[in-house]
């Protein structure tokens, strides 16, 4: 077979299996619905990307056309590029991790995708018609996913994210949203593309046009049923800008279809003013998705918590204002600049959760106009087309749509791929357009030997070099990691856990799971070291490979308050407070407002008898938001442990009940309070009808104050309700008697 049909078919064949990476779903991997999506996309990519290099050499058309779009994109990658290497994490953000499988190794791929795209299908025979292939492709590719919302909407399938928003085999419900929006938005724009192929005016449908209709009318159902508000806004928003624009500038159009949409138009406004005024009938209160819908406001605990976090990214911006942070280092911003009102929310956010903040985060101002401009220079590409009215307004909803969904979301590989793709469709719009307004361009033939003994094998070498390096030692890196959690975790029947199963992760020397791993193997360590069934070798060495790979991942993140807070709250559950102490500390300074971290630190003073600084830091966390019920807690007990009873009842006193919780008597055993510590433990497990734990609680704190027979006597209560305990009682039994 001729060298330029191989590298055609090499070309071509890998984008029109990727539209079903979606359905992607890798069970074996660490983050399977991220994870796997991402290396069956890089790998595709990567192989038509060194095959498209071959064929551009054996054949001019289909070289690089330098349009607008294909400018706008380059730049875009080049200043993501730059903003990377001048941000405060460069290596994260150029690799991500397992959990987002982003940074610039995605936007390169994504770059290498659209210039495919653009530079291939764009220049087959036939014009658009290869790209309407793709985009039917693409639709089957929903289709499948489709089925897979409903079957988890019908109950046949279980829903992976929450217990009622569908997210199919993308896993996240926002996820799901934004791919029905998109491919929707194509469903619409291939009906209307065969309505204008037919010359038909008017309503009439045929054919595969009732199809791309049911489609269109499905995704959007799904998408409704994901719950995910700003992509139903997005939906909303697309749709009354496509008719916005077919009303004013379809001027060659039918005077009633025009008609038609300001009147849908108009519809949709008065349904959205009804809507508001009746968000909290039962009929709205009743259906998720629209309760979702009607619980926006300045007074939703989500809501609010968005515009915590853009304060907190133009906080960011402020700092950094050129090429801002680099991707992938929103947490710095996040752990700095944290408000202490998000006490209830997620303690780590690694997003802006909005696209524009996010490139205004990860490149700054010229980051996001170049991100910007994307949007702009596909619309220009589509407006100076020679597609209809109607089209052109389909496509400009569908972006319009896609733009409110990322106000309030932040991107995915999902959403990523169908953009870049829709940014090759308009290049190529472009390059068929100057095609036929331009005389033909000269092109330089390449000598046919140069291309087969030194192009082709070189593109053969790069690519071997790319999917074993970028791709397979990462999956190696996945798998082992998998390997190891399910050795600590007991995945398997007499599974013992292996340090060396860890070390086996970290040899692929692969940074991309790197601090993934340290973390895991934290976690691991804790429930090790504290187990009684591990062997103490075992658990030294964990012990010291754990040790190793904190002192590693600080020298990689010293200014991520992350790594310190979780080494410090690793060494807390061990029992090394001494250790876990400056660590703690490092975390309070990196983020000083952070009620967590404050209450880990005061927990490691308190074990150190350093209680004046344990009142210190839980007054400064308490004080900073006094609706924090954890922090008040924290705040009676540390008082309490530090023998300053009568100030805490000073302070809260007027609610006796928080001084009778399990926490309080742990804090007056801290004190020798061993009294009031037994009186709260008696009283709890009175009405309690199951309190083995604070039963247990109770015989050790009667040991402590030398009532050594009320200890046993409350031990053999225990074991003639739980007799599964008897081993363990008879022997804690026999070593109080023991005693003298």
Same mark, same amino acid.
């Given at each position: 077979?001729?060298?330029?049909?191989?590298?055609?078919?090499?070309?071509?064949?890998?984008?029109?299996?990727?539209?079903?990476?979606?359905?992607?779903?890798?069970?074996?991997?660490?983050?399977?619905?991220?994870?796997?999506?991402?290396?069956?996309?890089?790998?595709?990519?990567?192989?038509?990307?060194?095959?498209?290099?071959?064929?551009?050499?054996?054949?001019?058309?289909?070289?690089?056309?330098?349009?607008?779009?294909?400018?706008?994109?380059?730049?875009?990658?080049?200043?993501?590029?730059?903003?990377?290497?001048?941000?405060?994490?460069?290596?994260?953000?150029?690799?991500?991790?397992?959990?987002?499988?982003?940074?610039?190794?995605?936007?390169?791929?994504?770059?290498?995708?659209?210039?495919?795209?653009?530079?291939?299908?764009?220049?087959?025979?036939?014009?658009?018609?290869?790209?309407?292939?793709?985009?039917?492709?693409?639709?089957?590719?929903?289709?499948?996913?489709?089925?897979?919302?409903?079957?988890?909407?019908?109950?046949?399938?279980?829903?992976?994210?929450?217990?009622?928003?569908?997210?199919?085999?993308?896993?996240?419900?926002?996820?799901?949203?934004?791919?029905?929006?998109?491919?929707?938005?194509?469903?619409?724009?291939?009906?209307?593309?065969?309505?204008?192929?037919?010359?038909?005016?008017?309503?009439?449908?045929?054919?595969?046009?009732?199809?791309?209709?049911?489609?269109?009318?499905?995704?959007?159902?799904?998408?409704?049923?994901? $719950?995910?508000?700003?992509?139903?806004?997005? #939906?909303?928003? /697309?749709?009354?800008?496509? @008719? %916005? *624009? &077919?009303?004013?500038?379809?001027?060659?159009?039918?005077?009633?279809?025009?008609?038609?949409?300001?009147?849908?138009?108009?519809?949709?406004?008065?349904?959205?003013?009804?809507?508001?005024?009746?968000?909290?009938?039962?009929?709205?209160?009743?259906?998720?998705?629209?309760?979702r819908l009607a619980s926006i406001s300045l007074s939703n605990t989500e809501s609010v918590s968005r515009l915590y976090i853009w304060n907190m990214a133009l906080t960011g911006f402020e700092q950094r204002p050129v090429?801002?942070?680099?991707?992938?280092?929103?947490?710095?911003?996040?752990?700095?600049?944290?408000?202490?009102?998000?006490?209830?929310?997620?303690?780590?956010?690694?997003? $802006?959760?909005?696209?524009?903040?996010?490139? #205004?985060?990860? /490149?700054?101002?010229?980051? @996001? %106009? *170049? &991100?910007?401009?994307?949007?702009?220079?596909?619309?220009?590409?589509?407006?100076?087309?020679?597609?209809?009215?109607?089209?052109?307004?389909?496509?400009?909803?569908?972006?319009?749509?896609?733009?409110?969904?990322?106000?309030?979301?932040?991107?995915?590989?999902?959403?990523?791929?169908?953009?870049?793709?829709?940014?090759?469709?308009?290049?190529?719009?472009?390059?068929?357009?100057?095609?036929?307004?331009?005389?033909?361009?000269?092109?330089?033939?390449?000598?046919?030997?140069?291309?087969?003994?030194?192009?082709?094998?070189?593109?053969?070498?790069?690519?071997?070099?790319?999917?074993?390096?970028?791709?397979?030692?990462?999956?190696?890196?996945?798998?082992?990691?998998?390997?190891? #959690?399910?050795?600590?975790?007991?995945?398997?029947?007499?599974?013992?856990?292996?340090?060396?199963?860890?070390?086996?992760?970290?040899?692929?020397?692969?940074?991309?799971?790197?601090?993934?791993?340290?973390?895991?193997?934290?976690?691991?360590?804790?429930?090790?070291?504290?187990?009684?069934?591990?062997?103490?070798?075992?658990?030294?060495?964990?012990?010291?490979?754990?040790?190793?790979?904190?002192?590693?991942?600080?020298?990689?993140?010293?200014?991520?308050?992350?790594?310190?807070?979780?080494?410090?709250?690793?060494?807390?559950?061990?029992?090394?407070?001494?250790?876990?102490?400056?660590?703690?500390?490092?975390?309070?300074?990196?983020?000083?407002?952070?009620?967590?971290?404050?209450?880990?630190?005061?927990?490691?003073?308190?074990?150190?008898?350093?209680?004046?600084?344990?009142?210190?830091?839980?007054?400064?966390?308490?004080?900073?938001?006094?609706?924090?019920?954890?922090?008040?807690?924290?705040?009676?007990?540390?008082?309490?442990?530090?023998?300053?009873?009568?100030?805490?009842?000073?302070?809260?006193?007027?609610?006796?009940?928080?001084?009778?919780?399990?926490?309080?008597?742990?804090?007056?055993?801290?004190?020798?309070?061993?009294?009031?510590?037994?009186?709260?433990?008696?009283?709890?497990?009175?009405?309690?009808?199951?309190?083995?734990?604070?039963?247990?609680?109770?015989?050790?704190?009667?040991?402590?104050?030398?009532?050594?027979?009320?200890?046993?006597?409350?031990?053999?209560?225990?074991?003639?309700?739980?007799?599964?305990?008897?081993?363990?009682?008879?022997?804690?039994?026999?070593?109080?008697?023991?005693?003298?």
């Amino acid at each position: 077979m001729p060298l330029k049909s191989i590298s055609r078919f090499l070309a071509l064949a890998p984008l029109f299996i990727i539209p079903f990476f979606p359905l992607i779903v890798e069970n074996s991997y660490f983050f399977p619905f991220i994870t796997g999506k991402a290396f069956f996309f890089r790998i595709l990519v990567e192989i038509a990307f060194a095959s498209w290099v071959v064929l551009a050499f054996l054949d001019a058309k289909y070289r690089p056309k330098f349009n607008a779009v294909t400018i706008g994109v380059t730049v875009f990658a080049v200043v993501a590029l730059v903003a990377d290497l001048l941000g405060v994490n460069p290596i994260r953000s150029l690799w991500s991790n397992f959990e987002r499988m982003e940074g610039w190794i995605t936007i390169v791929h994504l770059w290498m995708f659209f210039m495919i795209t653009a530079n291939t299908l764009g220049s087959e025979a036939g014009g658009k018609k290869f790209w309407h292939n793709w985009m039917n492709t693409a639709l089957v590719g929903a289709f499948f996913v489709a089925c897979y919302g409903f079957a988890q909407l019908f109950g046949w399938a279980g829903i992976h994210q929450g217990a009622s928003r569908i997210d199919a085999s993308l896993g996240n419900a926002a996820y799901m949203a934004v791919y029905m929006l998109l491919n929707a938005g194509i469903a619409v724009y291939l009906l209307l593309e065969s309505k204008a192929r037919r010359a038909v005016k008017g309503f009439k449908l045929a054919g595969m046009e009732w199809g791309y209709l049911i489609l269109a009318l499905i995704f959007s159902f799904l998408l409704i049923e994901t $719950a995910t508000r700003g992509t139903i806004l997005g #939906l909303v928003g /697309g749709t009354v800008i496509a @008719l %916005l *624009a &077919y009303s004013i500038f379809g001027k060659g159009a039918s005077k009633l279809s025009r008609q038609v949409s300001g009147g849908i138009v108009a519809l949709l406004v008065v349904l959205g003013i009804v809507f508001v005024l009746a968000r909290n009938s039962p009929i709205i209160q009743k259906y998720e998705p629209l309760q979702r819908l009607a619980s926006i406001s300045l007074s939703n605990t989500e809501s609010v918590s968005r515009l915590y976090i853009w304060n907190m990214a133009l906080t960011g911006f402020e700092q950094r204002p050129v090429f801002g942070w680099g991707q992938e280092n929103f947490n710095y911003i996040f752990n700095a600049n944290y408000n202490p009102k998000m006490y209830g929310q997620e303690q780590w956010f690694d997003r $802006a959760h909005s696209v524009y903040f996010d490139w #205004l985060i990860n /490149g700054g101002i010229v980051g @996001l %106009l *170049a &991100y910007l401009a994307l949007y702009i220079l596909f619309l220009v590409a589509v407006w100076k087309s020679s597609l209809t009215i109607a089209e052109k307004s389909a496509l400009t909803g569908l972006l319009a749509g896609y733009a409110v969904h990322n106000i309030f979301v932040f991107d995915n590989l999902a959403s990523y791929v169908f953009f870049f793709a829709l940014l090759g469709f308009a290049a190529s719009l472009i390059s068929n357009l100057k095609s036929r307004i331009s005389a033909p361009e000269q092109h330089r033939e390449v000598s046919l030997d140069v291309i087969e003994y030194v192009v082709a094998p070189l593109a053969i070498i790069v690519l071997i070099f790319g999917v074993y390096f970028y791709n397979v030692r990462a999956i190696q890196e996945n798998t082992r990691l998998i390997t190891a #959690l399910r050795s600590c975790g007991g995945g398997n029947a007499g599974t013992v856990p292996d340090p060396t199963l860890f070390e086996n992760v970290l040899a692929t020397k692969v940074y991309l799971g790197y601090q993934e791993t340290r973390e895991q193997l934290l976690s691991c360590a804790g429930q090790v070291i504290n187990s009684q069934q591990v062997p103490s070798p075992t658990k030294q060495a964990f012990f010291q490979l754990t040790m190793e790979q904190i002192q590693a991942q600080i020298e990689a993140t010293p200014k991520d308050a992350r790594i310190y807070t979780l080494a410090g709250s690793f060494l807390e559950q061990i029992g090394a407070f001494t250790q876990a102490l400056p660590m703690l500390e490092k975390a309070h300074l990196l983020s000083p407002a952070k009620q967590s971290t404050a209450y880990a630190l005061s927990t490691a003073y308190v074990n150190l008898g350093k209680f004046d600084q344990a009142i210190a830091v839980i007054k400064q966390a308490y004080e900073s938001e006094t609706s924090d019920t954890d922090m008040r807690t924290a705040y009676i007990t540390t008082l309490i442990a530090a023998g300053r009873d009568a100030e805490a009842q000073k302070l809260f006193g007027s609610d006796q009940s928080l001084f009778k919780t399990e926490q309080v008597a742990q804090a007056y055993a801290i004190a020798k309070d061993y009294t009031k510590a037994i009186a709260i433990y008696q009283n709890i497990i009175g009405t309690s009808t199951d309190a083995v734990n604070t039963q247990f609680r109770l015989a050790q704190t009667q040991y402590a104050a030398g009532l050594k027979s009320q200890a046993v006597e409350t031990l053999k209560v225990i074991e003639k309700a739980h007799p599964e305990y008897t081993n363990q009682i008879d022997a804690a039994i026999k070593q109080v008697q023991s005693e003298k």
